[in-house]
């Protein structure tokens, strides 16, 4: 598959969407996932919620073309018009992704010495903005480290890094409670029926407590975390 991208609805060349990127100021999503169709009705939901929050018309044509297997980042997003106080009509641009190389992984993890955002309108939802990943990164690169844990203002455990959480306590597996703000995947949620995971608010004293912290990325790799 090679990179495809529409604005409003309508096939453009990759070029366009690259010219509009480098001066884009909007908001919309990205999203990576296996083209499974639970797993794409899965992020097609959650990207239709944050354009619901955002205003932004949907555009249903690029998720109806979609390759039949492997894996695809799918950025969707519109400029903000601050004369009309709206957003314009989306872009969208599907990319081909490579399916991971290992299933598991095991990581050293740091706390991220700024807060997460659980109380935002986009909370928990994905978003296209690459901000807090991209100084995440440089971050954990100072000290490293390999993966990051994000709390909320609460002191509420409540993503990393490398994908949403399961934590195994001596009673069972629980998640960070749903209003800490994570964006869940398709292959977390499967990942926390598994388990049979509990979401319930996880402070530092009850993480010193754990046996096992997992992180289950958007195409299902599960890294096993060393706490600091």
Do not use: K
């Amino acid at each position: 598959m090679t990179v495809r991208a529409w604005h409003d609805a309508a096939e453009v060349a990759e070029a366009d969407w690259t010219v509009a990127a480098a001066s884009f100021l909007g908001g919309g999503y990205r999203v990576v996932v296996p083209v499974l169709p639970e797993a794409v009705e899965f992020a097609r939901e959650q990207a239709g919620r944050t354009f619901d929050v955002l205003g932004i018309g949907w555009d249903e044509v690029p998720w109806g073309l979609l390759p039949g297997s492997g894996a695809v980042e799918i950025s969707g997003g519109a400029s903000y018009d601050a004369v009309r106080r709206g957003y314009g009509v989306p872009w969208t641009r599907v990319a081909p992704m490579p399916l991971p190389g290992a299933a598991t992984r095991d990581a050293e993890a740091v706390d991220l010495p700024w807060d997460w955002s659980s109380d935002s309108p986009l909370a928990g939802l994905p978003t296209i903005s690459t901000l807090e990943a991209t100084l995440a990164a440089r971050h954990l690169t100072e000290v490293g480290a390999e993966v990051g844990l994000w709390w909320n203002h609460r002191g509420e455990l409540c993503t990393s890094t490398a994908g949403p959480l399961l934590v195994e306590l001596a009673d069972g597996w629980v998640t960070p409670d749903p209003g800490a703000g994570a964006v869940p995947s398709w292959a977390w949620e499967r990942a926390a029926r598994v388990h049979g995971a509990q979401p319930t608010p996880i402070t530092r004293p009850l993480l010193r407590t754990a046996r096992s912290v997992l992180a289950v990325d958007t195409l299902g790799t599960t890294t096993t975390l060393d706490l600091p």
